[in-house]
């Protein structure tokens, strides 16, 4: 793709879209699947950068894996709780899922490893992880100041048994803890210490590892006890991406139009589904089908909305949030200035940049509608950054975006299939 896109705004959205496999099932499933007893086959898996480094991670780990690109198919032999490798130099880019599933999954392993990535992922924080790894039995050091990556580990399994990690730095930290809890010579029984942040991704993990046959015990809202058991390799059906879907829900909420996400429902494992009550609450009509939903753009009126549960689409809020009548205010999401950048302060820049108030605060920012105008936007090596500012291109003329390549993070295809919805553009 090239350095930069300029959009061509006009027309609507309207149709039906089935967005590639969900980020954040297909690595959990990944995990899942190379710890567990016997082969699975992993469906409509995603094929972006992200999966990719766990593919290649898992593969230099011994693990075998095999992706077929055009069949949207991972089949994996799981190594029985044994890591097959007892030293890797692993690369996990800026994939925030890799080296916080990894780095407890490896802690497992007998033997000496080391991830590293790109600038950005020596500037995310990991410190809290590796504290209660090294509180249930491991060896991890944080090589860059900060309690950033890389990560050194000298694994000789895990003892487990109580454990305690913070909550509002990541859900991931969590997350990776929980689905090597089983192999953890005691089992784990975590505590989740302060504000738990985006706690619908932790059931979410929950739910993958009951699927591959490990039940966690969710005791209370903050305490999670995984007993010692294994996964068992199987087939499983991975659902499309709910936060790629909401940059199409927020496309027909900007231009009036019309669209349903085949593949996801009310039920869906991921919590970025309820994206939609948000854009209903600021005016757009939904319907849930058993195997899709539907939104219809209407006239936008600015809300006051928390969105800790579901941060992955604060920015395609703040882009709708333009086009609404009145201010909109976002709370809740001090945690994803740690991710593939500072989301709150690089969404606050560019949307300055088209002529658009912000506010912006710790915990979020609030966006005060104004005349706009054309700009060159910067995504920041953000794929969320690229697909959520494109959106403001359907309306206004002049939005050019830069490096827009990086949505093949997660969805190397957005931008063709944004102007396949796209009518009478």
């Given amino acids: 793709m090239s350095d ?67 069949a949207h198919t991972i089949s994996v032999a799981g190594c029985g709780g044994r890591i097959p490798a007892r030293e890797a130099e692993l690369f996990i880019g800026n994939s ?8 407890a999954m490896l ?5 000496r490893y080391r991830l590293d ?41 895990l003892q487990g048994g109580i454990g305690s990690v913070r909550g509002d730095t990541s859900s991931q930290f969590t997350s990776g ?41 969710d005791l209370e809202a903050s305490r999670y006890v995984v007993p ?23 496309a027909a909420a900007i231009t009036g139009g019309e669209i349903a996400v085949q593949g996801l429902s009310r039920h869906s494992l991921q919590g970025d589904v309820a994206f939609v ?13 058993p195997s899709h939903i539907k939104l219809r753009g209407g006239k936008l009126r600015g809300i006051d909305v928390d969105m800790n549960p579901i941060s992955d689409t604060v920015q395609t809020l703040a882009a709708v949030a333009l086009f609404a009548d009145g201010p909109t205010t976002i709370t809740g999401v001090g945690h994803i200035r740690h991710k593939e950048t500072d989301r709150i302060g690089a969404m606050a820049a560019e949307l300055r940049k088209l002529g658009a108030k912000v506010d912006e605060f710790d915990e979020g920012l609030k966006i005060t509608p104004a005349t706009l105008h054309g700009a060159e936007l910067a995504t920041y090596d953000d794929h969320r950054m690229a697909m959520s500012l494109a959106l403001v291109g359907l309306r206004q003329a002049g939005v050019r975006i830069l490096d827009p390549g990086c949505t093949a993070k997660t ?15």
């Fill in 4 to 70: 930069s896109l300029e959009m061509q705004p006009g027309g609507t959205v309207a149709g039906t879209i089935r967005p590639p496999g969900s980020k954040s099932i297909t690595n959990r499933a990944l995990i899942c699947a190379a710890l567990a007893k016997g082969s699975s086959l992993l469906t409509g898996a995603l094929e972006s950068d992200d999966t990719h480094v766990m593919l290649d991670s898992l593969a230099r780990l011994g693990i075998s894996v095999n992706a077929n690109r055009q």
């Fill in 96 to 103: 925030g899922t890799s080296v916080r599933f990894l780095s």
């Fill in 107 to 111: 802690a497992l392993g007998e033997g």
């Fill in 117 to 157: 990535g790109t600038p950005r992922m020596r500037e995310r924080p990991i410190q809290d992880l590796a504290d209660t790894l090294n509180a249930l039995g491991a060896r991890v050091t944080c090589e860059s100041p900060g309690g950033c990556p890389p990560l050194a580990i000298e694994a000789s399994g």
């Fill in 177 to 217: 803890l929980l689905m090597a809890g089983p192999y953890m010579r005691e089992g784990l029984d975590l505590s989740i210490t302060g504000a738990i942040v985006s706690l619908p991704y932790i059931t979410m993990t929950a739910a993958v590892m009951s699927s591959f046959g490990v039940d966690v015990v």
């Fill in 228 to 250: 010692t058991g294994r996964y068992q390799g199987r087939t499983y059906d991975i659902e499309p991406d709910a936060s790629a879907a909401s940059y199409f829900f927020g």
């Fill in 277 to 289: 009550d948000v854009l209903e609450k600021m005016g757009c009509q939904v319907e849930f089908g």
């Fill in 411 to 425: 969805y190397p295809d957005f931008f063709h299939d944004l102007a396949r919805v796209r009518r009478n553009a």
